[in-house]
Structures are given as structure tokens and as C-alpha cells.
């Protein structure tokens, strides 16, 4: 039997199991005891806490306890169970985000909010490739993940036009002294070893009124891609580490302060890329990449955040400040495109590598005022202001025909650039009695933005400093309806969006007239959304459903003016239509079956010469169908030894990589994958043990495609599914 066929007939039959999303955590007691009480997930969705089926919109919350069982250190280990979520990567750390669809391909800036608590993650710019470097977090002491889709701009702001990924991180405890443990060692079939270990401490240091939280982790993964042309195995072999201190002070049961930094490096020595023909042949094999120059990444994050709650009775103040930092550093081997093109003109060079910089110091405050749940007339408003001041390098370094640098400066380019916003926003929800409510929203932001670029050598130039001033007006409305306290159907309207900015100055060269717009217009898009939650009473059955339509306009693209890159919009637009359902069951205390499902219709309006697009064509990246299936059996013995046993299945259906007639980036089709994790347990006392098989029939799934050297005849850089990862972990609480 054939491992395509045997996956196949898994997919069927486990698809007509029972399935959900409403994710819940059991408490040890009541299955040993015979009885179910599940406890109620709360996010922070709408900018306040509320039970997950009461939130108006389409969320996902992906618990510790989620990610534990998914044996996830990193973002691509959970990616691709959550709904409507689909993204590009070139290895950890250099990842795109994309939800319900929202996406162009390589897109300017991001159309995902990436949150940490409160803080908003990265540049709202388009110079600091912002979109393809989302934040990639060590998933250690987390509380839970939320993914919040559809647009998010009201509450969010910049960037969340498809929506927003927020890592909720475990608040420190006043008052109970506790930590947790946990460690692992896997190997991975064409790889090697994988290492991670973690550990957290909670310390209240005075009772009831100051705790302090720490936490520290490491993972290390082997790799599995060979790069032939160096005789260099597993050169995506990478490490991320990092930890965090926060720090909780409640003086008094008005007032609470919360101080957290965090830190976090990622270092990765090449991307885990394979060469692939345009008609989606392996160029050596399917886990073999040719490379003349190494092409090593490295990020550094660093994180300094405050958050004050004060409850005045009928109102609370909060007020959150940050400040961060990212540092990247990464080259890439551009040999291919330059070594011919330059040896045509008497260039003579062995390779040619691109080394590149990106960093972003970002200050941020927001402060709101919000009044208590549970009133008649619930709102929220609050302002909003940021401060960006980013970089973009890139070196382009050529070897003679030794191997040696060469002393010819090909390219050397430094772009900086500031962005500074002001917003202010509110909401209000009204309830018309015990069932029926309606709300709406409203946000006023506005930019101002400034860039340059210093250049010199053979293929670059400067350009002189550029400025703009961008205003907009994001606004969101809802109704919804409580059948009961646990089933729940909803209308939402939303609007997001991304700024616009300075564009690139590219003149004539005979009559110095403009080629380009001086700037480029800010996007946005309207999402339509028709959504139903309901779960049993007693939280045994629990289902989420919900149906959308999205018409983005204006959509920000690069193009190509008097031969330099600049950005434009493109006129023609996009539309989006799609569908969520997850669902869960538990059908015995031991017993529980989830699983998600998502179909995404996304097409452009009209024919788009920008991006070498036909009507009707698909927007790159985003898979119509996909399907995740998980099953959990935790038996109870009535003793200490409680053995655990599970399965996911993960289904992701064929994208494509570019637009058919794109003359920048050739198409290629990426193939449908389908892949199947096992896992089994013993758990005693606070300990737990679990071993574990990822992609347990190998499949050699591709996850995204770059083809720019496929222009010129190059190969398309396929990034490939991690090959079967067999492992162990344990965890210890004390």
C-alpha cells in the first residue's frame, strides 16, 4: 500500500469523526472522578476579556496545553492547524502571514497584526520588509495564542487587514511559588538531532501584591537540506533562544502594574530551500539546493513593555508603553542572476552575495478607557501613538575568479526611513435585553513618513529624501444574537487597512519628468462576515461557523519605472469569498476530537498589468481548501498513571507561487500535502512524558516557492515541509 493511498484513506475516514475549535482544557480531578468540567477559554479579542463564544468575530485560541500536545517550539508547527491561516517562508524568522487570503504574493507591508500581550511587533512601514520577517516566538510559557481573523482595524490599527496574531504570555501569580520544566530530543529523517529545553519560575515576593515571573528557552533544530555546490549538509540548521522577566505589582485591588521584557535571538545558518524546475521537478533532489556563497540569518528582538490598570468603579483606565528593537542580518546568494549579467559586460566574477540588514526602533503608547462588562451600554475609547525609525541595507559583494572579494563596488545602499502615527479610536456595544446586541466602531489614524536612499557603485544610485502624510478612517459594526448563554450568531462589517507612503523618485533621463507617483496610496479592503458559535451545556459538543466576503482595493504592489523598483497600486482590485467551521466533541471525560476546516476563494476583479494577472486569477499563496483533525484519549486508571495517546492530521490543498504572465517572478504550482502526527504519553504525579512522530509518512510537502532567478533560467528556491520527525519530551511542574 502506498503512502499517498494509506494517507488518502486516513483523511476519509477520520474527516466523518466529530471536530471543533472551541479548545478547552480538563481538570485531572473530574476525569479520574468519572465527571466533565471543562473550563471556559476567555481572549482578549475586542480589547477586553470575554468568554470565546461570546466574541462577535472569528477567533481561534490555541491554548499551552494546544501547543504542548503539537510538541510546537516555533510558528510553522502550529501554522497550518489553525484555519484560513496560510504563509510563505525561507526558514524560521523569515516568515510571511497571511489570513483569509489577504495576501499579493511578496507583499509590501504586512496584512497581519503580529502582537505580543499588548504590543504591536515591527515597522507599519514598506522599507523594512516588515511583511516577510513576522515575529517568530519561542512558544514556551505562553498562555495561549489568539487568532483573530478578518480585519482588524478599528481596535488594531495599521496592518491588520486580514487580522491579528496575539502571543499571550503567562501573567506572573501573587500567590503561589511554582515553575515549570521541560525538555526534548528528536531526529529528523535526512537531518539530525533536535534539542529544546525550557524552564519558568513564579515567585511571589510579597503576598498578594508583587510576583515576579522568569522563563528561559532554547531549541535547536539539525536541518535537512544539502547544499551540494559547498559539500555543505543540513545548512538550515538553526537555534533560537531566548527568555523573559515579568514583573507584577498590585498594591492595591484598584491598581495593577505589569513590566515585562523580553528577548529573543534566532540564528540560522541557511535557508530550508530545495531547487526545484519551474515545472516542479527537483533539480537534484528533492532536499538539494546549489548555493556559491552560504546564506546565514540573524535576528535579535528585544522587548521592554508597562502595562497600568486602574479600575475607578464604573470605568478602567489602561495604558500600555513599549519600546523595542530588531536587528536582522541575512545574505543571500544572488550568484546566478549577476555572474552571467555582469560577465556579458566584462565582468568577470566566481560569485556575487548579497548582504543585507534590516532594524526598526519602535516606541508605542496606547491608552484607553473602558467600561465594565456586563453593563447595558458597554465602550472602549482610546489614542494611540508610535514612533519608527527604521534601516534597510544591502551590500552587494562580488568574488573574482579566486574566491576573493573583489575591490569593485557593485552596489552599497542604505535606506532609512521614520514612521510616526497618531489614532484615536473608540467602540460601543449596545444590549437591546438578555439576547439581542449591536456595536460598532470607529478610528481616525494618521501618518507621517520619510525616507532616503544612499547609494553608490556600479548598479545604484541615491535618491533624494521623499516625505508624506497619509489620514484614514477604519470602521467596524456588528449585531448579534444569544439563543442561549452558550450558542451565539453574528453579522460583522469591518474595514482595515495599510498606509500609504513616499515612493521611490525615478525621473526621465532626457526630460527629467516624474516616471512614478511621489507616493502611493494607502489600501483597504471591506469584509462582510456571517458567523454561528454554539456549545452544549455541559461543553461536551461545541461548533464555530462562519462565512465571509472581502473587496480589497487599491492593492499596494512593486513595479518597475525607468528600470528601478518602486511601488504602486494596482487598480483593478481583489475579492475574497470563504468559509470556517470547527468544531469539537467529547463524547466521553477522556475523550476529545478537534478539527478545523477552511475554504478561501481568492481572485482578482479585473486584469492587472502591475502584477502580469488575468481576471479571475488566484492570489498567490492561498490554498481553496484545507484540514486539521486532531483526536486525544487520556485514560484514567483511578491512580497516579494516567496514559495519553493522539493523532493530527493535516491537509493543505495545491496555491500557487506568482501570477502566470508575472515578468519578475515565473509561476509555479505548489502541490496539495497531506500530513499525519502520532503521539502517546504517560503521565504521573507532575511529570509527563510523551513520544511523538511528525510527518510520520514523509510526505515532502512544499510550503512556499521564490522564482525570481527563474527569470534568467534559474531554479524556483522551494522551501520544503521539515521530513519525519521522530522524538521524546518531558515536562515537569513543581
Known sequence: MSNRFLKSALLVAVAYLPQGALAQTVDEADVSSGSIDFDEIVVTAQKREQRLIDTPQSVTAITSDDLANLNATQFRDFANTVPALSFTTAGVGQTQVTLRGVTAGIDIGPTVGIYVNDTPYGSSSAFSNASSLALDVGLFDLDRVEVLRGPQGTLYGAGAMGGVIKYVTKQPNLTELGGL????????????????????????????????????????????????????????????????????????????????????????????????????????????????????????????????????????????????????????????????????????????????????????????????????????????????????????????????????????????SRYEEVAIFGNATLHLGPKFEIGGGLRYASNNQEFMQNGSGLLIGSVPASKSSDDVVTYLANASYHFSPDVITYLRFATGYRPGGPNFVVNDPITGAPLASPTFKSDSLKSYELGFKGQTGDRTFAVDASVYHIDWENIQVTTAAGGVSVIANASGGAKIDGGELTLTARPSPNFTVVGGFAYQDARLRENETLLGAAKGERLPNVPKFTAAISADYRMSNGGNLRPTAGATLRFVSDRTASFDANPSLPQYQLPDYVTVDLRAGLAFGSIELQVFARNLFDDRGQLSAATFLSVIGGPAQVTMLQPRTIGISASARF
Not at 537555534?239 to 523580553?262: A, C, Q, W
Request: proline share 5%; glycine share 10%.
Open 181 to 416: 520544566a521541560q525538555g526534548g530530543i528528536s531526529v529528523t529523517k535526512s537531518g539530525g538531532a533536535n534539542y529544546h529545553g525550557a524552564a519558568a519560575l513564579n515567585a511571589p515576593l510579597v503576598a498578594d501584591e508583587l510576583a515576579v515571573r522568569v522563563s528561559g528557552f532554547y531549541s535547536g533544530d539539525a536541518g535537512y537540506i544539502d547544499n551540494l555546490a559547498l559539500g555543505d549538509s543540513d545548512v538550515d540548521r538553526s537555534h533560537v533562544y531566548g527568555g523573559r522577566l515579568d514583573l507584577l505589582f498590585k498594591p492595591s485591588d484598584e491598581l495593577s502594574i505589569r513590566l515585562t521584557g523580553f528577548v529573543q535571538d534566532i540564528d540560522r545558518e541557511g535557508a530550508p530551500a530545495a531547487d526545484f524546475t519551474l515545472a516542479g521537478e527537483p533539480v537534484d533532489g528533492a532536499l538539494n539546493q546549489r548555493r556559491l556563497k552560504s546564506e546565514p540569518f540573524e535576528q535579535q528582538f528585544r522587548l521592554l513593555s508597562g502595562t497600568i490598570d486602574y479600575d475607578f468603579g464604573p470605568v478602567v483606565l489602561t495604558s500600555n508603553t513599549s519600546y523595542q528593537k530588531v536587528d536582522v542580518a541575512f545574505r543571500q546568494d544572488a550568484s546566478a542572476v549577476y555572474v552571467p549579467l555582469l560577465g556579458f559586460f566584462g565582468l568577470p566574477f566566481s560569485a556575487v552575495a548579497v548582504d543585507q540588514g534590516r532594524s526598526t526602533d519602535k516606541f508605542a503608547q496606547e491608552i484607553r478607557l473602558a467600561s465594565r462588562n456586563g453593563s447595558a451600554f458597554e465602550w472602549l475609547v482610546g489614542g494611540y501613538y508610535t514612533d519608527e525609525k527604521s534601516g534597510n541595507s544591502q551590500l552587494v559583494v562580488p568574488y573574482d575568479l579566486s574566491g576573493a572579494v573583489s575591490p569593485i563596488n557593485l552596489a552599497t545602499v542604505f535606506i532609512p
